[in-house]
């Protein structure tokens, strides 16, 4: 068993910055790749970007170059800094991490952080 908290959420006007934090506690934390997710009123949960256990990284076309996703085993957090942010950045984001065996998945979510983007 995982648990995931996440934090750093908050109102931020646009363009400006803000990084959240993913903690988690019970397991091995390295092993698991880690997502944040996303999920606007009225929309379906989308990937913003995820990290592997070996560091590689992949990022949503709309967030490219403004995101980035890190991760610190040693404290077993991972981390999503938010630059450039946009009014349609605005959404529910989600922690997610995630251990697939050749026939099984393990998947784990926190309760997630509000991000508002608003003048």
């Known amino acids: 068993q995982v648990q995931i908290v996440e934090s750093g959420g908050g109102l931020v006007q646009p363009g400006g910055s803000l990084r959240l934090s993913c903690a988690a506690s019970g397991s091995i934390f390295s092993i698991y790749t880690i997502g944040w997710y996303r999920q606007a009123p009225g929309k379906q949960r989308e990937l913003v970007a995820y990290i592997t256990s070996s560091g590689s990284t992949k990022y949503a076309d709309s967030v490219k170059g403004r995101f980035a996703i890190s991760r610190d085993n040693a404290k077993n957090t991972a981390y999503l800094q938010m630059n450039s942010l946009k009014p349609e950045d605005t959404a529910v984001y989600y922690c997610?991490?995630?251990?697939?065996?050749?026939?099984?998945?393990?998947?784990?979510w926190g309760q997630g952080t509000q991000v508002t983007v608003s003048s």
């Open positions: 997610k991490a995630e251990y697939s065996g050749v026939d099984y998945t393990y998947d784990y």
